[in-house]
């Protein structure tokens, strides 16, 4: 199996591009715009939505779920981790170490487990895509 074919590897490409965008946007709301920095810290993480979902939907699980259930099971777990990088952000940066160093503790700590709640949560088939849908990080070679 090619690496590039694992849902990890599509994951992950998705979630540094995620994170870049976020982080810029952060630095930019903070740093540039002054707004105080759990504004920006969730605005930013927030601004990320639409961006995140549609991607790791499409290209890094192949998703056909019903999209009514994966946006509702993506909304809780945004709202959690939203909650959870502004907490995490907040403390490392109490701590002195800045608000660079809490950002990407965060994003670490969510990408660890965004990846197994995404797959077998989030955008894990359903019972009738389960009997349609091969696992797309799987391939079945053809023998005859």
């Avoid at 993480?45 to 639409?50: G, Q, W």
């Amino acid at each position: 199996m090619s690496v590039f074919r694992h849902s990890a590897f599509r994951y992950l490409l998705i979630g540094g591009a995620t994170f870049f965008i976020d982080l810029g946007l952060l630095a930019m709301l903070h740093q540039v715009l002054g707004w105080p920095l759990w504004i920006a810290t969730g605005t930013a993480f927030l601004a990320t939505f639409v961006f995140n979902y549609s991607l790791q939907r499409t290209f890094s699980f192949s998703s056909r779920a019903a999209h009514g259930n994966t946006l509702a099971k993506y909304l809780t777990l945004l709202a959690f981790n939203t909650g959870a990088t502004i907490l995490i952000v907040w403390l490392i940066d109490q701590t002195g170490w800045g608000w660079g160093i809490g950002k990407v503790a965060a994003t670490v700590a969510t990408t660890t487990w965004n990846y197994f709640v995404f797959r077998y949560w989030v955008f894990a088939p359903g019972p009738q895509t389960a009997r349609q849908a091969p696992n797309p990080d799987e391939t079945q070679p053809h023998t005859s």
